[in-house]
């Protein structure tokens, strides 16, 4: 029995009807998953160490397939632990090592525009929580229906409606690492910047 189906089954309110006032256990642990993903990613972008911040959004990135987990979609949860956990944060650190970033704490991770960043983050924040309250006010997943979260489900959709935008990330992760390589040789050669 899996996390989710154990959790499916957990006693409801009295009158065994759905709503705000009344949680499964899935609602809860998704709450609770969420808090802990979101103090990740808190964690993550206020980190001064670049490399603890790269391990923090492990962290986070493995919280939301969690979240997938609880939703019943194993098949995006484990595609986001291969790419994103897998492949993106490995990507990442061969970046930092390649360009030799500082590993300790580094002065230059602070631009001071902190509380401007702040103000633009809430504001991002309230937009996206508004837009999908507005969006899903009276949406109920149903856990116990036809599995939307299947693999035939999910490659319908992402095969049919999404490829361009999965290639042009491949292509952005590409040229990072391009990047990243073209960078550390230039400095390899010139240690002085000179060309």
Do not use: C
């Not at 409801?12 to 642990?29: D, K, R, W, Y």
């Not at 006010?137 to 149903?142: K, L």
Request: hydrophobic share 60%.
């Amino acid at each position: 029995m899996t996390l989710a189906a154990a959790l499916a089954h957990a006693p409801v309110a009295a009158t065994g009807e759905q709503g705000f006032l009344s949680p499964t256990g899935v609602e809860i642990a998704f709450l609770l998953v969420g808090l802990a993903t979101f103090g990740a990613a808190v964690v993550t972008v206020t980190s001064k160490q670049l490399v603890h911040a790269a391990l923090w959004l492990v962290v986070a990135l493995g919280g939301i397939a969690v979240e997938y987990l609880l939703l019943t979609a194993e098949f995006i949860a484990w595609v986001q632990v291969l790419i994103y956990v897998g492949s993106v944060v490995v990507l990442l650190l061969f970046g930092l090592m390649l360009t030799k970033a500082p590993i300790g704490r580094s002065p230059d991770a602070d631009s001071g525009n902190r509380w401007a960043a702040l103000a633009v983050a809430v504001a991002a924040a309230a937009a996206l929580v508004w837009v999908v309250v507005d969006a899903f006010r009276t949406t109920w997943i149903d856990l116990d229906g036809p599995a939307q979260g299947s693999t035939r489900v999910s490659g319908e959709i992402i095969f049919r409606h999404w490829v361009l935008p999965f290639e042009a990330l491949s292509v952005l992760l590409l040229a990072a690492l391009v990047g990243a390589i073209v960078l550390s040789r230039r400095n390899a050669k010139d240690p002085e910047g000179k060309r």
